[in-house]
T-cell receptor, first 113, second 109 residues
Framework: NAGVTQTPKFRVLKTGQSMTLLCAQDMNHEYMYWYRQDPGMGLRLIHYSVGEGTTAKGEVPDGYNVSRLKKQNFLLGLESAAPSQTSVYFC????????????FGPGTRLTVT | AQRVTQPEKLLSVFKGAPVELKCNYSYSGSPELFWYVQYSRQRLQLLLRHISRESIKGFTADLNKGETSFHLKKPFAQEEDSAMYYCALSGHAGNMLTFGGGTRLMVKP
């Protein structure tokens, strides 16, 4: 039982490049989330999903897209990376069975130069 | 709009001293409040939630609706309590969390 995993762990992009971050969970959770963590600003919600095939915008969605084609996976895409997207990205999941406690992945450190 | 404020970015105490990490929130309905903790090189994890009214690792937090606060307290800090602490609020559908900016607790020997 790996919990929540994220791929990759680190990435450096040049401005304008694109990439996809993968989040996978093996706990059969209904809800999945993508956050970004910046110093002094805590974690801010980018996008979330309440079930397979559904996604919704969070607090800071601009510049990101997501997809949830399978219940266990939640993908975060950056179409044209900008230096302002340099951050640590966390994926989390939760479900009714765990009383909505959110389980977090280890994070992806992204640097955009 | 809901908001969570943690006024201290860094709190430094000596081992054995009491510690209080402050959290204030704004929310128009009945919120559910949490404290999450991130130890060095570990994942963010739930420490406690207000509805359970538990003491976890010696920490307690009481929801004060009048003062809209959810401060985290421990009477005697230990070195292993050194970590980043986040207060969070859940009030939306989809069980989304709104996090505060976080407080880094350093417990000195």
């Amino acid at each position: 039982n790996a919990g929540v995993t994220q791929t990759p762990k680190f990435r450096v992009l040049k401005t304008g490049q694109s990439m996809t971050l993968l989040c996978a969970q093996d706990m059969n959770h209904e809800y999945m989330y993508w956050y970004r963590q910046d110093p002094g600003m805590g974690l801010r919600l980018i996008h979330y999903s309440v079930g397979e095939g559904t996604t919704a915008k969070g607090e800071v969605p601009d510049g990101y897209n997501v997809s949830r084609l399978k219940k266990q996976n939640f993908l975060l895409g950056l179409e044209s990376a900008a230096p302002s997207q340099t951050s640590v990205y966390f994926c989390a999941s939760t479900g009714l069975a765990v009383a909505y406690e959110q389980y977090f992945g280890p994070g992806t450190r992204l640097t955009v130069t | 709009a809901q908001r969570v404020t943690q006024p201290e970015k860094l709190l430094s105490v000596f081992k054995g001293a009491p510690v209080e990490l402050k959290c204030n929130y704004s929310y128009s309905g009945s919120p559910e409040l949490f404290w999450y903790v991130q130890y060095s090189r570990q994942r963010l994890q739930l420490l406690l939630r207000h509805i359970s009214r538990e003491s976890i690792k010696g920490f307690t937090a009481d929801l004060n609706k009048g003062e809209t606060s959810f401060h985290l307290k421990k009477p005697f800090a230990q070195e292993e309590d050194s970590a980043m602490y986040y207060c969070a609020l859940s009030g939306h559908a989809g069980n989304m969390l709104t996090f505060g900016g976080g407080t880094r607790l350093m417990v000195k020997p």
